[in-house]
């Protein structure tokens, strides 16, 4: 999957020659729909987002975002919260007046917090994420997004045979400058 996104990816590059639309970088923040699962039992959390990213031209970006629990998740009496990193290349397919899709994919780093009367312990461990969205923008400075990650998908998580998935829907707002 991972290989394909790549692909996708680089399938953007021929357009970025012929774009119409300048370099401009952006923000975002938001909430995201967080679910970890480790094969075991599956904690969702609502997480906080925020991202930066510089959009090169209509089809080539490259963007950072971090993301940490707001309501954490109760399993038998302990409190996890679920904190993401994710550096990534986005390719953008315009769609229309102010809108396109977009894929990203890049590192990512995943820590799962597990925490009860006042001890805590943490986890956490890196893989490539990838992602798809979409993007509406309403005028020069201000849009929304809609988008899914995956943070982890890997079959370990931090030396522990964890068949581990992290991943999250994403709503926010978009400001551009």
Do not use: C, H
């Amino acid at each position: 999957m991972k290989k394909m996104i790549v692909g996708i990816l680089f399938l953007f590059v021929p357009f970025a020659v012929t774009a119409q639309e300048g370099p401009r970088a952006y923000w975002g923040a938001g909430g995201a729909l967080m679910t970890l699962d480790d094969g075991f039992d599956s904690f969702e959390p609502i997480n906080a987002f925020g991202r930066v990213g510089y959009d090169f031209n209509a089809y080539i970006g490259v963007g950072a975002e971090v993301s940490f629990s707001l309501i954490e998740d109760d399993l038998a009496g302990i409190d996890f919260s679920v904190d993401t990193r994710f550096f990534f290349l986005k390719g953008s397919l315009p769609i229309g007046d102010g809108a396109k899709l977009y894929a990203m994919i890049g590192p990512s780093n995943v820590e799962l917090t597990g925490s009860s009367g006042g001890f805590s312990v943490s986890l956490d461990d890196s893989d490539i994420g990838i992602g798809f969205g979409f993007e509406k923008s309403f005028n020069d400075s201000f849009g929304i997004s809609v988008d899914y990650i995956i943070y982890y998908d890997d079959s370990t998580f931090d030396g522990f045979a964890l068949d581990v998935d992290a991943n999250a829907i994403n709503v926010g707002v978009v400001g551009y400058f």
